[in-house]
């Protein structure tokens, strides 16, 4: 790949170079073939740029987000729920179910849900559930999960998002 300038406009081109058999075995022919690639290449930065934007948004949103296949692995998180689980990175979570966190306590529940969410294809928003933590305190959370979908709007695996409202149901409860 090579750039080059043409009117004022920076166009990028892929070089290919091939040798066809001459007359003689001595003098070979010498063929360069160029191809503009300067709209893909360009297409592929603005998506690079639009994933960088979206991973940035999820990682510092301050909801925890997660997702998880058909089989209820996590596929992924932003590192606030990684936070949650104990883990120093989230790539920790990725192959990982309820059972392997600290939540283990509350899997059977959490698994029940996603798998409602799963099989009817219908949210569940804004609902209220406890979590214990990597240090065994239990807090609560305000929970909403969705069909994970693909681009071809098959289901594989639910999405969801939580914060915790530990604060807000014990300052209620003594009210």
Known sequence: FHAHTRAGEERWVQATLFTIPGETAAT??????????????????????SKRLL????????????????????????????HDAGKSDPREMIGRDDFDMA??????????????????????ISFDEPQT??????IWLRT??????DQSNRKIGVLGVYEDITQYKIGRAHV
């Not at 933590?133 to 239990?138: A, K, L, N």
């Not at 909403?144 to 979908?149: E, I, N």
Request: net charge negative.
């Open 28 to 49: 070979p022919i010498f063929v360069c073939m160029d191809v503009d690639i300067t709209e893909r290449r360009q297409s592929v930065q603005s998506l690079e740029a």
């Open 103 to 124: 939540w283990a306590e509350q899997a059977d529940l959490y698994r029940a849900d996603d798998r409602q969410v799963i099989e009817t294809g219908q949210a569940k």
């Open 55 to 82: 991973e940035t948004i999820i990682d510092t949103v301050p909801m925890r987000v997660f997702w998880k296949d058909m089989d209820l692995r996590y596929l992924g998180c932003n590192p606030a729920l990684a």
């Open 133 to 138: 933590t990597p240090d065994g305190r239990r």
């Open 144 to 149: 909403s999960k969705v069909p994970l979908m």
